[in-house]
């Protein structure tokens, strides 16, 4: 509101809109004296502007079309830190409902822009020097998103194009439906909704969840953990808490620089609500700090502190403004910068155990050499565009660090490199890369070029400096999530805004009635805009319904087979709906597989009603898993899955091996780093190989003739082969993988190696101490190769470690009775009919009489000829 008591020179007037459509000038001329002689014959009247009512009506709705894009975009930063529904399924409350909104309210405000420029007959945008920057970055990821090895998640993933697009549009709406005054008024729905998000992190991790309301306000038994926050992972809020902790100081210390009706102005929320606000966000964000206490957050908030009070220094050079802040206003940026800087050393060296930090979960990432490397791997051969958005797991599986199979991690399937800039290159390659880079150079130089002929609304401009340099530090340490996505493209939009011009005159005016290229090419880009963003919302909506059909199915108890049908048929649907999420494939197919156990086990129905189930339900669960290659053909995980169900299929369906096998072989051609798939193939060709060799050994038992018995030879032989380079390569991978340990030595056991069999479990040993099933196989062992003191020693071992393993006893029985210590023996055996499973067990009471009675039932060295009492115990992991 204008002041006719405030110096005129702190103003720069404009001329209006209404009296330039008039003709009117704002200066007034001296009035011209005619003489009578020169009057008109007929004096006529200027004729003044006719405003009809359909004008007036026009303008009216433009005026409330405008408050209401306004409020949507304020509600819409508001709510990203702390929007949930949880009617989706479990894991993924946060993403597609937040990535439904952001992309919902963004496309409701462009549509409501487009009613009113259609309305007014034209457009006038805001300039800021940023646009052309944030368009050719979002052409570069649409270029890296068409080439993606997967298109659909390139484009709707949380990560991909669609919602890309949107968080690029929101600087245009803010810029357009802003004055740049009201930049803190952003800002302040900002803090406001992050306070929120922060706050209830931080109930939750100290055990006073607040979430719990949803299990009434949606369905029952609904169980957050108390590591649950709106925002994502424990880190993601850390994150958000950092940007937010820069956000309140700047804007402290950025007071001074405002007038006493600023507020006022900007319409922001009561008087007594902002600072209750801004006093614990940043309460709130600070102990959240101390709890995670790592070296990036603290890294995130001395960067923008730094800037907070650089800014005063870069308003001099750029703007030609000499500030004087109060030592008051100085005060708190100089301390958080300091502790900041102190605690980001401290950190690295020495630990800090704020309480609550015992409740926060375990959470890994790739480290800056790892990503270094797969950005390497992925360059290598995607150098123009990268894998595409959303695809950063694909890059890992091909290009795996060689560091990760040496850690406790090595299972693990990386969905992020260690920081946004990493997954940029990866995922975008050099065109994004360079994209991203010019889109800086924008952000910093041609803004502050210009700066200097433009500098109302100083305050914010340096309100909004320090957030905009929190999230660069950000973007460059730290993975985003769809929250922190959101944040960095918010802070881009307040950059614009601060740096642009309110003044009319510095617009880009386009008229719908006009046939220019500039006005031709601006209604071709609504219009585009406004169809591929109807595109995007209906592909979303399939998304979201497909998820709403998964998550009913989720929540069903599978306790009958006619719940089991019903999960399938909810499944199915989610499936029809979105036929491009591999979780619904795999899990129909987990379902189907345990169908066809149930029907294997099934002893109530006649057998050829239960035969005919079995064939179909085979039928469909192979249907299954080759759709899940076919749909998505380069994902690596659509290989292991569908190899999954053909090894739950061997023995029930002929060639279940061999396509298992084939299976695992494309998996491997994807991820070629993977141990774990190593260990699957070669326990295929071990199972076949013992199965084909049962079987010869059983016909030559029994006397029957034998077709091409050389040939089933060779091909025992070569599984066995097969077996053991599929076990080696994967002890290759990971040097102190048991499980591949142990199945060489079983391999080799197998082929009568028994020394090589041998040193295979007591390298496994060495890795699985406590597992007496392992003693046991390798007591055995021992005793099998003559080594019969440390076939004792093992075996007690075993027994040691496991009192009730019944086997290790009988077996150490043996070993004891052959050493002619039949006392001990016969404890061994006592020992065994205490347990229960075995207290009626005919085999050890008949040994025990035998024993008692001073009977010894076999010469030395026939001991390993006995069978178990039981299956042994479980392998190594």
Known sequence: MWNPFKKSKEYQFEEGELVKSMNFSLETQPEEVLPVSDWPEESVAPEEPVVSLEQLESEGLSVRLRRIIRGILLALVFLVPIFMIPVTAPGDVLVLNKQALIYGLVLISVILWLVMIVRQGGVRFKISGLELGMLIFLVAVLLSAIFSDRVYQSFLSSGGFVVLAALVILPF??????????????VDYFMAGSFLAILFGLLSLYGLSVFKLFSFLFYKNLVFSSQFNTVGTVNNLGALASVLLVAI??????SFTKSDNSKDENSR????????IKTGGAVSSVILLLILNWWVFYTVVAVGMAGTLFGTVLAKKYLGIYLRPKAVNLFGPLTILVLALLLLLGSRYFPFNFPGRQNLPLEVGLTQKGSFEVAKGSLSTKLPFGVGPGNFSLAFDKYKPSGVNNSAFWNTRFGNAASELWNLVIQTGVVGLGAFVFLIFSVLYFPLKKARSDVEGMHSWLEVMPLLAASLALFFLYPFNLVLNFVFWLSIGLWALTLSSDASQKRMTVKMDDISLRSVLSSLGFVLALVFGLVGGYLIFQKYQGELYFAKATRINLTSPAEI????????????????DGRYLNGLAKLLLGKINLEINNKKDKPEETKARLENLVRSVVQVANQMTVNQPLDSSNWANAGFVYENLIGVTQGADQAAVL????????APQDPSIYIRLGTIYLSRADTNSAALTNARRQKQEIQDESKIIEIIKGDYEKSEDSFKKAIELKRDLASALYNLGVVYERRAELKNAIKQLELTRLLEQNNPGLALELGLLYYRNGQKDNALAEMARAVSLSSNYANARWYLALFLEERGRVDLAIGQLKEILKIDVNKDNQVVLDKLAALEEGEREFPPGKVTNKKPLEEPVKNPR
């Open 249 to 254: 100081s700047s804007s402290f210390f950025n």
């Open 173 to 186: 709406l803010l810029l357009n439906f802003f004055e740049k005054r009201e930049s803190g008024l952003v």
């Open 663 to 670: 299976a695992y072989q494309e998996y491997l051609k994807r």
């Open 565 to 580: 049908d019903k999960v399938i048929g909810l499944i199915g649907k989610s499936f029809q709906a979105n036929q491009n």
């Open 269 to 276: 929320f009561w008087p007594w609500l902002m600072p209750v």
